[in-house]
């Protein structure tokens, strides 16, 4: 299993600011991933961190708004720019650990990163 | 990856089996069946897999058709705490497949 801590795990900030939110996993894992939960809704995905190369991102989302890092295997951040009050949701972070075998893993998640753009 | 179809909510008597079901007729031969939940305010927990053959662990079982075109999640002896939305999902083998969430089966488990 893996252990994911984000980082904060809620915010209030001011529209037109930015966000960054950190996510550490405990061990090294091949994918990371991360969601958005708006209010009463399902995860939906925003986008794949790929280390050593740019993010993956799903249909919607755009790097300038929602730029992410995947410095090494442990760990990624996820930046949400010139916040308004749309973007008010809970982030998740996901990973699926490692596996040299091509076996299916499971994913793990952090608990969020609540945000609210005032 | 195949779509899925869960009833949108479900209630269940606490000790008692809650038996969830999720039609997945599009699956192809590749594509496992996950379950996940996600308790209120938490992030999503990982709580079952499989293939074709009937799965159990130490939280639940999970039924999949012969013809793999439905499954059921069975959670033996609900407890409040089991209250949550659980979300079937199908997904293709290997580790850079990405789960994509439905809008799942909120559970109720009730004294």
């Known amino acids: 299993s893996a252990v994911i801590s984000q980082k904060p795990s809620r915010d209030i900030c001011q529209r037109g600011t930015s966000l960054t939110i950190q996510c550490q996993v405990d061990?090294?894992?091949?994918?990371m991933f991360w969601y958005r939960q708006q209010p009463g809704q399902s995860l939906t995905l925003i986008a794949t961190a790929n280390q050593g190369s740019e993010a993956t991102y799903e249909s919607g989302f755009v790097i300038d708004k929602f730029p992410i890092s995947r410095p090494n295997l442990t760990f990624s951040t996820l930046t949400v720019s010139n916040l308004s009050p749309e973007d008010s949701s809970i982030y998740l972070c996901s990973a699926r650990p490692a596996d040299y075998l091509l076996m299916n893993t499971e994913a793990f998640f952090g608990q969020g990163t609540r945000l609210t753009v005032v | 990856d195949a779509k899925t179809t869960q009833p949108p909510s479900m209630d269940c008597a606490e000790g008692r089996a809650a038996n969830l079901p999720c039609n997945h007729s599009?699956?192809?031969?590749?594509?496992?069946v996950y379950w996940y939940r996600q308790i209120h305010s938490q992030g999503p927990q990982y709580i079952i897999h499989g293939l074709k053959n009937n799965e159990t662990n130490e939280m639940a079982s999970l039924i999949i058709t012969e013809d793999r075109k439905s499954s059921t999640l069975i959670l033996p002896h609900a407890t409040l705490r089991d209250t949550a939305v659980y979300y079937c999902?199908?997904?293709?083998?290997?580790?850079?497949?990405?789960?994509?969430f439905g809008t799942g089966t909120r559970l109720q488990v009730t004294l």
């Open positions: 599009t699956i192809s031969g590749n594509e496992y």
């Open positions: 999902i199908v997904l293709r083998g290997g580790t850079a497949s990405k789960l994509t």
């Open positions: 061990s090294q894992v091949t994918m």
